[in-house]
């Protein structure tokens, strides 16, 4: 199984500052057809997690600007450029490019 | 809009079967979707169980493969889960999950806890 690292675990960051989540596959994502599975996902308290970006660095329908996905191959970064209250929660990546779909272990964003 | 709506039987005994539903509408189960279900304990974190197409085509997570059953009813437009045998570890709360070609894990339900305990 692809196993899926993020850094750090947690984030304090105060409101209207930037926020910087990684992520690490141990094994390239880089799909036979070409396209990397990287999925960020967005989990409120006590909701369902929720799409934010597909593909690396595609946002869904919805999703603020001031959220942006990047990186290639093994390695990955969710940025925030100005956290607002409603950001907090935890975010996950997860990769679906290989069976079976594996996920991150989660880092908490909480406002400092 | 579309919406999942998961339902099952909350508190269950270990080695019983587990049965969920997920009932999808806004959209057809016959789509150009897969649907997939996924769980979530403070033990595991988040963990892909499989998905199914409409045609019947599946794919599991091979850890659960040898108890688990994902399968589509057309009629009724709904996604089940079947997991046999179950023990305390299968514990979480379950997600149904749309899978678009295009754009990944777009909808998700709320999601149904289900616990096994003696």
């Known amino acids: 199984d692809i196993v899926m690292t993020q850094t750090p675990l947690s984030s304090p960051v105060a409101l209207g500052q930037p926020a910087s989540i990684s992520c690490r596959s141990s094994q390239s994502l880089v799909h036979n057809d070409g396209n990397t599975n990287l999925t960020w996902l967005h989990q409120r308290p006590g909701q369902a997690p929720r799409l934010l970006i597909y593909?690396?660095?595609h946002r869904s329908s919805g999703v603020p600007d001031r959220f942006t996905g990047s990186g290639a191959g093994t390695d990955f970064t969710l940025k925030i450029s100005r956290v607002e209250a409603e950001d907090v929660g935890v975010y996950y990546c997860?990769?679906?490019?290989?069976?079976?779909?594996?996920f991150g272990q989660g880092t908490k964003l909480e406002i400092k | 809009q579309v919406q999942l709506q998961e339902s099952g039987p909350g508190l269950m005994k270990p080695s019983e079967i587990l049965s969920l539903t997920c009932g999808v509408s806004?959209?057809?189960?016959?789509?150009?979707?897969?649907w997939s279900w996924v769980r979530q304990s403070p033990e595991k974190g988040l963990e892909w169980i499989g998905e199914v197409y409409h045609s019947g085509k599946t794919n599991y997570n091979p850890s659960l493969k040898s108890r688990v059953t994902i399968s589509v009813d057309k009629s009724n437009n709904e996604v089940s889960l079947r997991l046999t045998s179950v023990t305390a570890a299968d514990t979480a709360m379950y997600y149904c999950v749309r899978d678009s070609l295009n754009t990944g894990h777009d909808y998700w339900g709320r999601g149904t806890l289900v616990t096994v305990s003696s």
């Open positions: 593909k690396i660095s």
């Open positions: 806004g959209d057809s189960i016959s789509g150009s979707h897969w």
């Open positions: 997860m990769q679906t490019s290989q069976f079976p779909y594996t």
